[in-house]
């Protein structure tokens, strides 16, 4: 059970920033929470973003969220060659009373 | 700190069983959602199933309902995912993960543990 759409994959150079777009509908997104998770390679994801907008302690602020209706968006500034990773958000479905991820983004810094 | 320590996991036949263990410590165990996550080999994450705080309330992803069961025990701060009439498909890590207090996310996950089924 997937969110729905996230891009498979996304570059940008280093410094420069990048968003990563997050659609879904009005079950998930559109009326729940969402949550960003960082997966750097071979490792355990890790918590960026929580309910839209919120950073967890640690968390730099070169990192950001936001949502509009049922696309949410992650926003990176500042990239560093340290933040290629995936990049998956993450909401509960009240319909199908259960969680959703998207499919996940891999991005590359060039 | 908070930490989740996995055990089980392993290679087992289709058909077969299996029993995940998640242990907590470094909170308040019986205050905290609970979840299952997992990850097939060069794939995303996929939710598994959840359990609430207190165990009232339990729900399943479609692809492993009526074959997979979540539980805790809050007396020795324990989550559990028993798995039985595993399938090839069933092949990924498996993470457990404290919900955050409040609402639909995921603030700290296990090492992971590895599950493979193949005959």
């Known amino acids: 059970q997937s969110v729905s759409t996230q891009p498979p994959s996304v570059s940008a150079a280093p410094g420069q920033k990048v968003t990563i777009s997050c659609s879904g509908s009005?079950?998930?997104?559109?009326?729940?929470?969402v949550s960003w998770y960082q997966q750097l390679p071979g490792t355990v994801p890790k918590l960026l973003i929580y309910e839209d907008n919120k950073r967890p302690s640690g968390i730099p602020d070169r990192f950001s969220g936001s949502k509009s209706g049922t696309t949410a968006t992650l926003g990176i500034t500042g990239l560093q060659t340290g933040d290629e990773a995936d990049y998956y958000c993450g909401a509960w479905d009240s319909s199908l009373s259960a969680g959703v991820f998207g499919g996940g983004t891999k991005l590359t810094v060039l | 700190q908070v930490q989740l320590v996995q055990s089980g996991g392993g290679v087992v036949q289709p058909g077969r069983s299996l029993r995940l263990s998640c242990g907590a410590s470094?909170?308040?165990?019986?205050?905290?959602?609970m979840h299952w996550v997992r990850q097939a080999p060069g794939k995303g994450l996929e939710w598994v199933a959840i359990?609430?705080?207190?165990?009232?309330?339990?729900y399943y992803a479609d692809s492993v309902k009526g074959r997979f069961t979540i539980s805790r025990d809050n007396s020795k701060n324990t989550l559990h995912l028993q798995m039985n009439s595993l399938r090839v498909e069933d092949t990924a890590v498996y993470y457990c993960?404290?919900?955050?207090?409040?609402?639909?996310?995921?603030?700290?996950w296990g090492q992971g543990t590895q599950v493979t089924v193949s005959s």
């Open positions: 993960a404290r919900q955050g207090p409040g609402s639909y996310y995921f603030d700290y």
């Open positions: 009005s079950s998930n997104i559109g009326n729940n929470y």
């Open positions: 470094g909170f308040t165990f019986s205050s905290y959602g």
């Open positions: 359990i609430y705080h207190d165990g009232s309330n339990k």
